[in-house]
């Protein structure tokens, strides 16, 4: 089995709003055997923009994944990973590097539709369709 696939918040909202085909898309992932993981800011952040009417699906998408909690190792990496960015200049969310820091701790492939925002990081991507 290959490395776990980190799904972005994008990833997770376009599949609730079933756009650009990513339930399709993940669901072809799951069939084959492949793991997806979610960051728990993820979650945080597709609660955020919950639409009325959206719990149920919500619930029942992020129930069915494993999630990767924001452990001592993610934070720390993070916060280097943004204070370096800083010092050449280039500002990034720190919500941003918590993902990034969570791939790379954990050996995950990102699938994200924000590919610039993790760019230079070492962060290794998914290719969406």
Known sequence: MSDPILLD???LIDALRNKNERRSFLAG???SGQALVISTLSVAEVYSGMRA?????????????????VS???AERAGRMKGLLRAEGQTRSLADMIIAATALEHGCGLATDNARDYEGLGVTFVVLP
């Not at 992020?62 to 999630?67: A, E, F, K, Q």
């Open 29 to 31: 992932l799951v069939n």
């Open 9 to 11: 918040s994008t990833v």
């Open 53 to 69: 009417g959206e719990e149920k699906a919500t619930s029942t998408l992020l129930r069915n994944l494993d999630w990767i909690p």
């Open 72 to 74: 001592g190792a993610v």
